[in-house]
């Protein structure tokens, strides 16, 4: 058909808030592990669609799409939906990598599908959606300092120097768990990567 538009077996997103004071902050943890996914890849998310950035890309046979919602953080479902229902995926074809504070900076987590958590891009993705069923990856950013320090303030701060160091092997590794789990499954990529550093 002339006009039928590109297959995609699946969208990979990478949550976090855009514009370069955000770049670096907990909350953007998302963008960045899918970034160093798009260079793996050999592709760039520069595309402006779907209320956010895409990056196509193909591995082992499969079609990618890499999306930065573009909305900020508590708006990333409009833009998920959009491009969820334009490639006609059903949410268990939707891979989210975005922080986690109840996990130190350098782990990591998988899960096949789950509540919000009080993570407010998960849970604009579970109300546009419908469905929390949608696998994920999360990366440790480290717990708040101190039980009355505000979650905001907290996810929007920047990493210290040790912090830093302990999360850019994970940023790599958010990746690499994301293709395990297209690849081999849930059970297989938390069994891989769950806590690793």
């Not at 998960?122 to 979650?151: C, M, T, W």
């Amino acid at each position: 058909m002339l006009f039928s538009k590109p297959a995609c077996d699946y969208l990979i997103v990478g949550l976090g808030n855009p514009g370069s004071k955000y770049e670096k902050t907990r909350h953007n943890v998302g963008f960045r592990a899918v970034d160093l996914l798009a260079k793996e890849l050999g592709c760039k998310i520069d595309k402006g669609k779907f209320q956010g950035l895409l990056g196509q890309a193909a591995y082992n046979g499969k079609k990618l799409l890499l999306l930065k919602p573009q909305t900020y953080m508590n708006l990333s479902g409009q833009s998920v939906r959009q491009a969820a229902a334009f490639y006609k995926l059903p949410p268990e074809r939707i891979l989210v990598l975005f922080d986690d504070i109840s996990l130190a900076p350098g782990r990591l987590r998988v899960r096949a599908e789950g509540s919000a958590g009080g993570h407010n891009g998960i849970k604009s993705i579970i109300a546009e959606l419908g469905s929390q069923n949608f696998p994920r990856v999360k990366i440790g950013v480290g717990a708040k300092p101190h039980p009355d320090y505000d979650l905001a303030d907290w996810v929007l701060s920047s990493f210290s120097a040790q912090e830093e160091k302990a999360l850019a092997p994970a940023l790599e590794r958010a990746g690499e768990a994301a293709l395990c789990l297209l690849e081999r499954g849930v059970p297989e990529a938390a069994n891989r990567f769950n806590g690793a550093v």
